[in-house]
């Protein structure tokens, strides 16, 4: 009976020391897990550094800090009762090793320490898409709340903002491309950035399909534009302003023939602006009466105010190749003027040209006065012409006086 306990309590005993067994693996196996940690004070630059095991701090660790540059804080240190380390400001940016050890268990962590006086940072991203630009600030890679922000630009409004619990203000991009600078301010230390953003979201661009219809497409960020004002100007019979439609264009008439043009978009205070040679109807080779009625026919399918005759003469006397004074020679004179007339023109002797003296209006060659023979059927036709005219009230008279044309050639008459 007594033997049969002895028994069963050696075996129990066995069994506990088999089941702590586990449990001392265990512990090993979380003595080996540290952590470090690495912060630096917003306020003063000093950096702290923590050694953790399983979340819980580790007081008496060694910690030896380790750096390539000249740092003051380079050493052996051991964490205190929250497990913590102080190091102090750099002088300027270093980087550092930092190796934690507890008994058996080690860990290294690097990092780069930055003096307080240039801890902050900002940068700033121009958000096309939403015609936004956004400045965030941080310290030390820390989002920065309460600092201010200002920023500056050529047709920008030089506004101030603040920065909100993650350090980020947002505001609407300019209108024209603009090189804008962002200066952040914050427990006296400053930061500053740039960056262009605005512009180029407005474009304009110009198509003709196989029948040379002419299609203007208006767009901002690749999306069509309604409403937009669009203007043309050339010698174009649709020349003129316009606005989009719901997809974003316009859609004219082809030219009668090949002519260049510029047009301009403008919309939201935006402007976007081409200059592009549109394909005409009719072939410059072409006579030109093909183009005549052509612009007949255009005339015919617009509603047009006025009469069609009267816009068909203008359009002959300002296409009409031969209306042309730079194609003249210059012995032709001036368009509308008989060749040899012009006040610049003149003989080879350098004596000013003009009509022959007995084709001088109103004024009859005195009988004797020329020794051209061949000048008397003129000078007799002049003298048919006085006695028929002899009556009228602004003839030439016996004593001299000046002539005019007769009553009948009247314009008003």
Known sequence: MDRTKLTTAVMVVAMVAVAMVPATVGAASAEATLDIGIAQDTETGNATVTVTQNDST?????????????????????????????????????????TATDGNNSTTESATLVPLEASLDVSVEADDANDTV???????????????????????????????????VSFDEPVNETDLSVVATY???????????????????????????????????????????????GNYTDAGEYETGS?????????????TVDIIAEYDGQTAETTVTLQGEVSEDDPFGTLVSAFVDRIQEMDTDGPMGQAVSDFVTENNPG?????????????????????????????????????KNGKDKADGDSDDTSTESSADDDEEDSEDNEDEEDSETDDGTSGGPPEHANNDK
């Open 323 to 359: 209306n042309a004074d730079e194609k003249r020679p210059d012995h032709a004179g001036k368009n509308g003027e008989a060749p040899g007339n012009s006040k610049n023109a003149s003989d080879k002797d350098g004596k000013e040209r003009g009509p022959p003296e007995h084709a």
């Open 247 to 259: 997809d974003g264009t316009v859609e004219l008439a082809a030219p009668l023939q090949n002519t």
């Open 187 to 233: 427990n006296d230390l400053t930061a500053e950035a740039t960056v262009t953003a605005g512009g180029d979201d407005l474009s304009v661009s110009v198509s003709q399909d196989e029948n040379a219809t002419v299609t203007i497409s208006v767009a901002e960020d690749g999306e069509a534009v309604e409403n937009a004002t669009v203007s043309v100007t």
């Open 134 to 168: 956004t400045a965030t600030v941080t310290q030390y890679g820390e989002p920065v709340e309460n600092a201010t922000v200002q920023v500056n630009g050529t047709d920008f409004d030089n506004s101030t903002y603040e920065t909100d619990a993650d350090g980020t």
């Open 58 to 98: 580790i007081e008496n660790a060694t910690v030896l800090v380790e750096s390539n540059e000249n740092y003051s804080g380079n050493g052996t240190y051991e964490t205190d009762a929250n497990g913590t380390v102080k190091l102090p400001n750099p002088e300027e940016q270093v980087n550092v090793t930092v």
